[in-house]
């Protein structure tokens, strides 16, 4: 039926085949093994490569046949016909999935069908990304159909998994974390989950650490595993409703030994998910198989307390025997707690007794200097006490220190960087905290805090002075610490409406090379809620998303209990350079709005096109380098209504996009906001440079 004459029995064909191949897919624990049956006779039978000639401009011009076999083999990637692929059709499936980059249907496909072939070896992930397979993909994160975002999605994560280290540099090279951001803050979760599975591969390569810490994307892997059971996330879709295969899984292995603790407590949380679903199928045995018992072992007894919680989880759903829990609070650790960390660390087991003849607990552990290694606990092997130190250094790093840092001095350093989070314990022991550090000085940190680095001394006090630069700002954080937060743009947005946008725009803004802070869920905490409006406050641009009902809680609150309102407000009170991006925004009728954020309706915006993202980001940069004001004359100019979808042009002109209609004097309209533009005009769509309206 594939090859019939026909056309329209050819289509049918197809999607007779397709709804086949997906109802097996969707088959409850048995699903895998029945859809691999039907996939071997399409490969035995010589529909495969049917298909891929389809997927061929020159010998099918056809778009229906080209669609449904490009659904059909989307849905038939197992291993052996990926095996087929890789062989025979790579480079016209990437030159399908380039054609066709802005039909959503074929897009679909092809971005599904690249996300197969990064699971088939190193050298076709190579091939992959130099046919231009990955800037498709990374093209493609633009969009806002979900299905496509998801085939984005995993195929990244396949390809930080299968790729390898020259793959992952590739991927840096391409600015895959930066896209993986919008990806991660999806508000769908099987989105959120492969970008952080991801971004975690990559984290475990220290060669890519400060690109992957830079896109920001790996905070917000925490946050969303916090918030999720692993046991019933794995029955919430149906792309991993029947778990990873045996070689994706022990390729995820090294995972559980990252030295990342986002890396870690991801794997961990896979690893809980996928011995429950293992457990159904009664495939319990793969776990040993690949060898991750012994590492999910070392995470249960670690100080990550979520990877600890899901490796013991996962455990105790395979049927091993959960280890011994050390607490996260080392400085709260017996001395049985001590040795039983050593015995952790192989080479250090036989210091156990040693260590425990001379009454080490956590407090002491965290303090030991190599003098005391050497002198009191008779390490006299050089290299044995750095590698110590080197463990040691990486467990100060890791520790929790709650219990005794009330001003969070540990957060503070974490932002000098992170290894200083080693210097947690003895800066906390001398008496140090937030509030005194504008005063410390490289005597205080050498001889009271035994910091002998004299290079992260002076980061430190660098770091302190510009607390020092701000102290005389109302730029205060909680307990009057001072906020020393600088930023090109602080981009505020309504999460329910406004998520994909606001991250969009981080990444358009970084990749051309501005500093720019994105509220993540993890800030919202109450202890961090001045912080954020420091960060308003620090900003030299206030970028307002602005999509349907952003404004609706603004109304009425007089109290600003909104946050948008609060940080609207904080962005007028320091003068903030204030640019509303309008993505189907209607503005509200200004004296609705509370008089402390009324103003905000007298700025030019842009008008968001999401076809257009380039264009709109270029009228962005504008008004950020200034080319572009968005602050009109005095209020004496008579202020003139805009009709809907006017605001500034962002692109070429579209239908939506006439020129607005004015209503004369003092009368206001409800379906835009007023201009005081110096014509009193808005920017116009014809000319998106700079014309004004007359």
Same mark, same amino acid.
């Given at each position: 039926?594939?090859?019939?004459?026909?056309?329209?029995?050819? %289509?049918?064909?197809?999607? !007779?085949?397709?709804?086949?191949?997906?109802?097996?897919?969707?088959?409850?624990?048995?699903?895998?093994?029945?859809?691999?049956?039907? $996939?071997?006779?399409?490969?035995?039978?010589?529909?495969?490569?049917?298909?891929?000639?389809?997927?061929?401009?020159?010998?099918?011009?056809?778009?229906?046949?080209?669609?449904?076999?490009?659904?059909?083999? @989307?849905?038939?990637?197992?291993?052996?016909?990926?095996?087929?692929?890789?062989?025979?059709?790579?480079?016209?499936?990437?030159?399908?999935?380039?054609?066709?980059?802005?039909?959503?249907?074929?897009?679909?496909?092809?971005?599904?069908?690249?996300?197969?072939?990064?699971?088939?070896?190193?050298?076709? %992930?190579?091939?992959?990304?130099?046919?231009?397979?990955?800037?498709?993909? =990374?093209?493609?994160?633009?969009?806002?159909?979900?299905?496509?975002?998801?085939?984005?999605?995993?195929?990244?994560?396949?390809? &930080?998994?299968?790729?390898?280290?020259?793959?992952?540099? @590739?991927?840096?090279?391409?600015?895959?974390?930066?896209?993986?951001?919008?990806?991660?803050?999806?508000?769908?979760?099987?989105?959120?989950?492969?970008?952080?599975?991801?971004?975690?591969?990559?984290?475990?390569?220290?060669?890519?650490?400060?690109?992957?810490?830079?896109?920001?994307?790996?905070?917000?892997?925490?946050?969303?595993?916090?918030?999720?059971?692993?046991?019933?996330? &794995?029955?919430?879709?149906?792309?991993?409703?029947?778990?990873?295969?045996?070689?994706?899984?022990?390729?995820?292995?090294?995972?559980?030994?990252?030295?990342?603790?986002?890396?870690?407590?991801?794997?961990?949380?896979?690893? &809980?998910?996928?011995?429950?679903? /293992?457990?159904?199928?009664?495939?319990?045995?793969?776990?040993?198989?690949?060898?991750?018992?012994?590492?999910?072992?070392? =995470?249960?007894?670690?100080?990550?307390?979520?990877?600890? /919680?899901?490796?013991?989880?996962?455990?105790?759903?395979?049927? @091993?025997?959960?280890?011994?829990?050390?607490?996260?609070?080392?400085?709260?650790?017996?001395?049985?707690?001590?040795?039983?960390?050593? /015995?952790?660390?192989?080479?250090?087991?036989?210091?156990?007794?040693?260590?425990?003849?001379?009454?080490?607990?956590?407090? *002491?552990?965290?303090?030991?200097?190599? @003098?005391?290694?050497?002198?009191?606990? !008779?390490?006299?092997?050089?290299?044995?006490?750095?590698?110590?130190?080197?463990?040691?250094?990486?467990?100060?790093?890791?520790?929790?220190?709650?219990?005794?840092?009330?001003?969070?001095?540990?957060?503070?350093?974490?932002?000098?960087?992170?290894?200083?989070?080693?210097?947690?314990?003895?800066?906390?022991?001398?008496?140090?905290?937030?509030?005194?550090?504008?005063?410390?000085?490289?005597?205080?940190?050498?001889?009271?805090?035994?910091?002998?680095?004299?290079?992260?001394?002076?980061?430190?006090?660098?770091?302190?002075?510009?607390?020092?630069? +701000?102290?005389?700002?109302?730029?205060?954080?909680?307990?009057?610490?001072? $906020?020393?937060?600088?930023?090109? $743009?602080?981009?505020?947005?309504?999460?329910?409406?406004?998520?994909?946008?606001?991250?969009?725009?981080?990444?358009?803004?970084?990749?051309?090379?501005?500093?720019?802070?994105?509220?993540?869920?993890?800030?919202?905490?109450? /202890?961090?809620?001045?912080?954020?409006?420091?960060?308003?406050?620090?900003?030299?641009?206030?970028?307002?998303?602005? #999509?349907?009902?952003? *404004?609706?809680?603004?109304?009425?609150?007089?109290?600003?209990?909104?946050?948008?309102?609060?940080?609207?407000?904080?962005?007028?009170?320091?003068? $903030?350079?204030?640019?509303?991006?309008?993505?189907?925004?209607?503005?509200?009728?200004?004296?609705?709005?509370? !008089?402390?954020?009324?103003?905000?309706?007298?700025?030019?915006?842009?008008?968001?096109?999401?076809?257009?993202?380039?264009?709109?980001?270029?009228?962005?940069?504008?008004?950020?380098?200034?080319?572009?004001? #968005?602050?009109?004359?005095?209020?004496?100019?008579?202020?003139?209504? +805009?009709?809907?979808?006017?605001?500034?042009?962002?692109?070429?002109?579209?239908?939506?996009?006439?020129?607005?209609?004015?209503?004369?004097?003092?009368?206001?309209?409800?379906?835009?906001?007023?201009?005081?533009?110096?014509?009193?005009?808005?920017?116009?769509?014809?000319?998106?440079?700079?014309?004004?309206?007359?």
């Amino acid at each position: 039926m594939l090859t019939a004459n026909s056309l329209n029995e050819q %289509c049918s064909a197809l999607r !007779e085949m397709l709804n086949m191949i997906e109802q097996a897919w969707a088959t409850p624990s048995i699903g895998r093994d029945l859809a691999y049956s039907l $996939c071997d006779v399409l490969l035995s039978d010589g529909g495969l490569e049917t298909l891929l000639r389809n997927c061929d401009s020159d010998y099918s011009p056809n778009h229906e046949i080209t669609l449904g076999s490009a659904r059909v083999l @989307e849905q038939s990637m197992t291993i052996s016909n990926r095996e087929y692929v890789a062989k025979h059709g790579l480079d016209l499936v990437v030159k399908l999935a380039k054609r066709a980059r802005d039909d959503l249907e074929v897009t679909q496909a092809t971005v599904g069908i690249l996300e197969s072939l990064f699971k088939h070896n190193k050298d076709t %992930c190579s091939l992959v990304i130099q046919f231009g397979g990955l800037d498709s993909i =990374l093209y493609s994160c633009r969009t806002r159909d979900t299905a496509t975002l998801r085939h984005c999605a995993v195929a990244l994560a396949n390809l &930080a998994i299968y790729g390898g280290e020259q793959n992952q540099h @590739e991927m840096i090279a391409h600015k895959a974390p930066e896209w993986l951001f919008p990806l991660a803050f999806s508000n769908d979760d099987s989105i959120r989950y492969y970008a952080f599975l991801a971004i975690a591969s990559l984290s475990a390569n220290k060669e890519l650490e400060m690109a992957v810490m830079k896109s920001g994307t790996l905070q917000l892997v925490e946050p969303f595993i916090k918030t999720h059971n692993p046991v019933d996330f &794995a029955q919430s879709d149906r792309s991993h409703i029947h778990g990873q295969s045996k070689e994706w899984l022990h390729h995820l292995v090294p995972l559980l030994s990252s030295k990342c603790n986002e890396a870690q407590s991801l794997a961990a949380f896979h690893f &809980a998910m996928e011995a429950g679903i /293992k457990q159904q199928q009664g495939k319990l045995e793969i776990f040993e198989e690949i060898g991750a018992i012994v590492p999910l072992k070392a =995470l249960a007894s670690g100080t990550n307390k979520l990877a600890s /919680k899901f490796a013991t989880q996962a455990l105790q759903i395979i049927g @091993e025997e959960v280890p011994y829990k050390l607490s996260p609070q080392v400085p709260l650790w017996t001395t049985d707690d001590v040795a039983h960390w050593l /015995k952790q660390q192989s080479e250090f087991a036989d210091l156990a007794p040693a260590f425990k003849e001379c009454h080490v607990d956590g407090d *002491l552990l965290l303090l030991l200097t190599e @003098e005391n290694l050497r002198e009191d606990l !008779e390490m006299r092997n050089g290299i044995l006490r750095k590698r110590f130190l080197r463990e040691l250094n990486g467990l100060k790093q890791r520790a929790d220190y709650d219990s005794c840092d009330p001003s969070h001095l540990e957060d503070w350093l974490r932002q000098v960087g992170y290894e200083f989070r080693q210097y947690s314990y003895p800066m906390l022991k001398s008496g140090a905290d937030r509030r005194i550090l504008r005063w410390l000085t490289d005597d205080h940190l050498l001889k009271d805090c035994c910091i002998n680095n004299g290079i992260h001394r002076l980061r430190i006090i660098e770091a302190a002075k510009r607390i020092t630069s +701000l102290a005389s700002s109302p730029v205060d954080g909680p307990d009057g610490i001072p $906020c020393e937060k600088s930023l090109d $743009c602080f981009i505020s947005y309504r999460r329910s409406s406004g998520s994909q946008l606001a991250s969009l725009l981080k990444v358009h803004l970084q990749l051309r090379g501005f500093t720019v802070f994105l509220d993540i869920e993890k800030l919202r905490a109450g /202890k961090f809620d001045d912080n954020l409006l420091n960060s308003v406050r620090n900003a030299r641009n206030f970028v307002l998303v602005l #999509t349907p009902t952003s *404004l609706d809680r603004c109304v009425g609150d007089a109290e600003q209990k909104d946050w948008v309102h609060r940080e609207i407000v904080a962005a007028i009170e320091a003068g $903030c350079n204030i640019i509303p991006v309008l993505d189907s925004f209607q503005w509200p009728v200004p004296d609705t709005l509370p !008089e402390d954020m009324r103003a905000i309706c007298y700025f030019n915006g842009i008008r968001w096109i999401h076809d257009y993202q380039d264009a709109c980001v270029d009228k962005l940069e504008k008004f950020i380098s200034g080319e572009i004001s #968005t602050r009109g004359g005095p209020s004496s100019i008579p202020r003139a209504s +805009l009709s809907k979808g006017n605001s500034i042009g962002s692109c070429p002109p579209t239908p939506e996009m006439h020129g607005p209609s004015f209503r004369g004097g003092d009368t206001q309209s409800s379906e835009g906001p007023p201009s005081l533009s110096s014509n009193g005009g808005y920017l116009s769509a014809e000319d998106p440079a700079s014309k004004k309206l007359p």
